[in-house]
């Protein structure tokens, strides 16, 4: 066979096997990031108790109660009951890119501007934008980066700031446990915190998720710890509790 012809076919079974190879990722992948955003909710709805305590260089500064109500996977309240000088705050969250906080001091609603998503829940680490990886299927750009027996560790880069605050997330995906337990935020590149969720409780098939997150500041010497408490899923919470309209009464 001629050199020429022998070169040819030589790159040409290379192009396809890498195209084979890069479509039997791009499938992995999609199905990797379908399996963490149905796993990030596993119920109808769920309530539960969120405790947050600050800490900073070793000493807690700061601690937050909040009372958190969850339907399907585009819908959450979260009800802000201690301190007592920040109680009643409020914030509705319908899908990944539609916030609304509401003030008890003036009783108004406002929507949260995507670039502020980030911006940690009073002072905390903790941002609302944090609590669920629903939505990244949809406007990012995904790579799975690693594969293990343990765990698929995924890149996601969103294709606009409309989309994220977050210039990127690089997510752990527990195998086992089928859900994200580690996730890396990065804000202009660099990265901001990590956050670890652990502690998983199975309670006979009826409650099965973590119930502890630390949230490690990266560019700060500080922790947000995060514990999850008296947790009630599949009790018919009603579509009205999680409207603007509801939020703009206080109640």
Do not use: C
């Not at 998503?117 to 009073?122: D, P, V, W």
Request: charged share 25%; net charge negative; hydrophobic share 40%.
């Amino acid at each position: 066979m001629d050199r020429a012809v022998l070169r040819s076919v030589v790159i040409g079974s290379v192009l396809v096997v890498g195209g084979v190879v890069a479509a039997q990722q791009a499938a992995d992948v999609s199905q990797v990031v379908r399996d963490i955003e149905h796993n990030e909710f596993r119920f109808d709805d769920i309530t539960y108790t969120m405790k947050i305590k600050l800490i900073e260089a070793g000493e807690t500064t700061r601690e937050i109660e909040f009372q958190v109500y969850a339907k399907g996977s585009d819908k959450m309240l979260i009800k802000i009951t201690a301190p007592g000088e920040v109680a009643g705050t409020a914030i509705l969250q319908l899908g990944p890119r539609t916030m609304y906080m509401y003030n008890p001091e003036d009783r108004s609603v406002r929507l949260i501007a995507a670039s502020a998503r980030a911006q940690g829940l009073l002072g905390t680490d903790y941002a609302a934008a944090d609590a669920s990886l629903v939505g990244i299927g949809d406007g990012w750009t995904n790579t799975l980066l690693e594969t293990t027996d343990a765990f698929y560790k995924v890149q996601s880069v969103p294709e606009s700031g409309d989309v994220s605050p977050y210039s990127k997330l690089v997510i752990w995906y527990d195998r086992e446990e089928k859900k994200a337990t580690k996730i890396e935020y990065y804000l202009d590149g660099s990265l901001a915190k990590t956050i670890n969720r652990e502690e998983f409780v199975h309670d006979g098939g009826v409650f099965n998720d973590f119930t502890h997150t630390t949230v490690n500041n990266a560019r700060a010497d500080r922790v947000t710890d995060v514990r999850i408490t008296d947790t009630e899923v599949n009790t018919g919470l009603d579509d009205r509790l999680f409207t603007k309209r509801n939020l703009m009464l206080g109640e």
